[in-house]
Structure formats: C-alpha cells, structure tokens
C-alpha cells in the first residue's frame, strides 16, 4: 500500500509498505520484505517508521491504535535474530519520534540549510546521487567499503585466486553479481 504524507509534512514524503495489516486489540502491523544480503535493522527503522505514520495517519479515525509493529522479513540474510524480525512501539512512542527526528530532519531538508551525510546505505538507492557533491566528494572511500563486502582481497589489496576462496565466498560473490556490476558502471561513469 502507497501512502503518502505530504500533505501532513507539507513536504515529499511517503513510501510504500508491502503488506499493511490492522491487528486485533489496536495492532498496526506494516511488513516490509527486503531481498538483499545486507542486514536491514528493524529497530528504529526510519524507513518502516515512515510507512508506519503513513498507515497510522490513513487509519487512526476508523481505528484506534494503541501499538505499532514493523516488521522486516529478509530470507537472504543470515541475521543472528533470524529471517523475521521485528519492533512493537506504543503510538506515543512513534508520534514522539515523528515530532523529534522526522520533522526536524524535514525543516532541515525543506529550508535546505540540513547538511548532506552520504553513506553506503542511504546512497546506494538515492536517484540524485550522480548530481550530489556529497556523494560525489565520499564516493571512492565509501565504494572501497562496499567492495570490501562484496569481493574479498588478498592482504597485498589484489583479487584471490577462485580456488583460494570457499564455498561462502564464492555463493556471496554470486549472489551480490548485480552490485558489482552496478559497482564497475559507476566506477567506470
């Protein structure tokens, strides 16, 4: 389900939650599927906060909420808490951190006068990166970080020989082929 908040924030905000349930006993439950290898926090998840006042600000008329559940469902990650996991926060909880990070973090993005932190986690999906001195200015750094993860060098910094590496390393190097290729086109643009 799409939800859209710009209109409460007077700013572009919004998401989409893959599932979206309404529990009983007051339970808003939004369930977010990640494919990739890389961990996805479900605690104090922004991304699933947002979907979560999305959801809430759709509903909270019909329904009345006492609780919010996120939940991030990752079969391709080996996280040590498991494939489902996830967060139950009271309603005043998420509405405090709606009023004490996200709308600061909104006024900051809107007045543009909010500084630009790059990071492999929130740059690898944003579309303005190619435009975006902060990215551009870390982009080596935080590219060596991500290949670091991706492919495993040897201690002199060059590429192991196939028959040095283990099975893992070798499903991890297949599984993350489309990362490094993203990795070699933007390297190379």
């Not at 809430?56 to 040590?80: A, C, E, G, L, S």
């Not at 709606?98 to 993005?109: G, H």
């Not at 991500?146 to 590429?159: G, R």
Request: with cysteine; net charge positive; hydrophobic share 35%.
């Amino acid at each position: 389900r799409k939800y859209d908040l710009t209109k409460v924030y007077n700013a572009p905000m919004g998401g989409t939650a893959d599932i979206t349930i309404i529990e009983f006993g007051g339970v808003l439950h939004i369930i977010d599927y990640k494919n990739g290898r890389m961990s996805v926090d479900v605690n104090d998840n922004s991304q699933l906060r947002i979907y979560a006042l999305g959801a809430f600000y759709r509903f909270h008329k019909k329904y009345k909420f006492k609780k919010i559940k996120v939940t991030v469902v990752q079969p391709n990650d080996n996280h040590v808490d498991g494939a489902i996991r996830s967060q139950t926060v009271s309603v005043k909880e998420l509405l405090k951190w709606e009023q004490k990070v996200l709308v600061p973090a909104l006024k900051k993005v809107v007045s543009k006068k909010g500084k630009l932190v790059p990071g492999k986690e929130q740059c690898f999906w944003c579309e303005a990166k190619p435009h975006c001195d902060a990215y551009l200015k870390n982009k080596p750094k935080m590219l060596s970080k991500v290949m670091a993860n991706i492919i495993p060098t040897t201690t002199i910094n060059t590429l192991p020989e196939m028959h040095q590496l283990s099975q893992e390393q070798l499903q991890h190097i297949v599984d993350d082929g489309d990362r490094v290729i993203k990795f070699y086109q933007d390297a190379k643009a």
